[in-house]
């Protein structure tokens, strides 16, 4: 997919994206933006991911994280963690 097609499909999405943001908790957010702007094989509940994105407790990153597992907004393999929709990565990375 080109660089257009995906500034395009972002830019589409912006309203809905904004939208989510607004029915996610501080936590959460800080959390998705972390996700974003972070290495791929990262431990989100680790001491080193806390402080370098300055999220509160790894006790806190585990709820935030199983309630977006419950939107459908983060997704685990193995023990990774990733946003689900490529598109909103994308436009998180911008934030």
């Known amino acids: 997919m080109s660089s257009f097609a995906i500034n395009y499909s972002v830019d589409e999405k912006n309203d809905t994206f904004q ?3 607004t029915r ?4 959460q957010k800080a959390l998705l933006l972390a996700l974003a702007h972070s290495e791929k094989d990262v431990q ?4 080193q ?3 370098k994105y300055h999220l509160t407790s ?7 994280l199983s309630a977006l597992q419950e939107k459908d907004i983060v997704t685990s393999n193995n023990g990774q963690y990733f946003i689900y929709d490529y598109f909103l990565y994308y ?4 934030q």
């Open 19 to 21: 939208d989510l943001m």
């Open 49 to 51: 991911f806390i402080r």
């Open 91 to 94: 436009w998180l990375k911008q």
């Open 24 to 27: 996610l908790t501080a936590k």
């Open 44 to 47: 989100p509940t680790s001491g």
């Open 58 to 64: 790894a006790s806190a990153v585990q709820r935030s």
